[in-house]
């Protein structure tokens, strides 16, 4: 019997196959599709998002979920979009540019990981932050969470994009 080996990706590759997943589960499905899915994770369901094979042939299973328990406003699904297409942005030009990037670990010595990419987007003249999140040990699966968190506590980092969704930390 095999035993499961764990081989850490560096941020940069992790935040691009993150990306990658998300995007084909949350952007390339019609909107009808998305919706779907978006409802679940907003209930609070956690998602079977995709097995990967990885490099040295092990598969790694990914999940997703969403914490908006921060966001100001009424979340809806048009908000969520707005959010998720300036997160792939940012993190696509994090990846293109070959920026380093930052990964902040969980406080409570747990394996969780947010990485430091923001997306800030403004709804009804209220700002919002969505981040990626990850927890390579839930439940057998790493789980991509999507959180919003309070933006107050960037304010002076924060730069909202001129359309007003979506920006990057200064």
Not at 135 to 162: C, H, I, K, V, W
Request: hydrophobic share 40%; net charge negative.
């Amino acid at each position: 019997m095999s035993q499961a080996s764990t081989h850490p990706l560096p941020p940069d590759k992790f935040l691009l196959l993150a990306a990658n997943l998300l995007h084909r589960a949350l952007v390339e499905p019609g909107r009808t599709e998305a919706k779907q899915l978006y409802r679940r994770i907003e209930d609070g369901e956690r998602l079977p998002l995709a097995n990967v094979r990885m490099e040295d042939d092990s598969t790694a299973a990914f999940g997703l979920s969403l914490d908006h328990s921060e966001f100001r406003g009424k979340l809806n699904y048009g908000a969520f979009r707005a959010s998720v297409n300036a997160l792939l942005a940012n993190i696509g030009q994090v990846v293109r540019e070959e920026k380093p990037v930052q990964v902040f670990s969980a406080q409570d010595g747990g394996e969780s990981m947010i990485f430091g990419v923001p997306a800030v987007t403004v709804e009804q003249g209220r700002t919002n932050l969505l981040v990626l999140s990850a927890d390579p040990g839930a439940g057998g699966a790493t789980e991509l969470r999507l959180m919003y968190l309070d933006p107050l506590q960037f304010e002076e980092q924060l730069t909202p994009s001129p359309t007003g969704t979506g920006g990057s930390a200064a």
